[in-house]
């Protein structure tokens, strides 16, 4: 099955700082990766994917992920977090399995302070 | 972009009753549609792949008679809760796209509240 594990519940950086969201992923076959954010009580905003080209993506708001394949890992970094950065983030893996669903990591919650 | 209108966005209904919650996708043609389930600070769960004019297909534990899925056009998807309890309380959330390869787009989500 195709998965994703986001190692941390929470990440606190203060506003100005880099911020990073860690991401690895378990696929069998070529990865097709997505970060995604949540506000409270509101569906998922797209931020990113990677599919196949360069490794290092960018995509909304400045955001960028990192794809590190002998790490099978996709980070999600910004260099400089604001404080309405602060949100739930989602990576996914789209599974071949279900319709090309997308299987979601438990979600890390960024929290920027001023 | 590709928007995504889900309604409604919140619900409170008594155990027994059914609730409709629909999908529609504004300014794209989704071929197809997925409605999530989550949990308060849990992750989405996946409930069911609906494809136009086909029937749905339900994940593993998800009961296909309680969670009423019609995709029968290509911009309306529904989600119906039948016979609703208060376990059945949740946030659902649908989601679109146009082709197999395009990034999945997100309604807001409705909050179902079971009382």
């Known amino acids: 099955a195709q998965s994703v594990a986001q190692p941390e519940d929470q990440v606190n950086v203060a506003e100005g700082n880099p911020l990073t969201v860690k991401c690895t992923y378990s696929v069998s076959g070529n990865p097709y990766l997505f970060w995604y954010v949540q506000y409270p009580n509101r569906g998922l905003q797209f931020l990113l994917k990677?599919?196949?080209?360069?490794?290092l993506v960018k995509g909304s708001y400045g955001f960028e992920a990192e794809f590190n394949k002998s790490q099978t890992s996709f980070h999600l970094k910004k260099p400089s977090a604001l404080v309405s950065d602060s949100a739930l983030y989602f990576c996914?893996?789209?599974?071949?399995?279900?319709?090309?669903?997308?299987?979601f990591g438990k979600g890390t919650s960024l929290l920027v302070t001023p | 972009g590709a928007v995504v209108s889900q309604h409604p966005s919140w619900v409170i209904c008594k155990s027994g009753t059914s609730v409709k919650i629909e999908c529609r996708s504004l300014d794209f043609q989704a071929t197809t549609m997925f409605w999530y389930r989550q949990f308060p600070k849990q992750s989405l769960m996946l409930m069911a792949t609906s494809n136009e004019g086909s029937k749905a297909t339900y994940e593993q534990g998800v009961e296909k008679d309680k969670f009423l899925i019609n995709h029968a056009s290509l911009t309306l998807s529904t989600l119906t809760v039948t016979s609703a309890h208060p376990e059945d309380s949740s946030f659902y959330i649908c989601?679109?796209?146009?082709?197999?390869?395009?990034?999945?787009?997100f309604g807001n989500g409705t909050r179902l509240t079971v009382t």
């Open positions: 990677y599919i196949t080209g360069d490794n």
């Open positions: 996914a893996v789209r599974d071949s399995n279900s319709g090309y669903a997308l299987n």
């Open positions: 989601s679109a796209r146009s082709a197999p390869t395009s990034p999945l787009h």
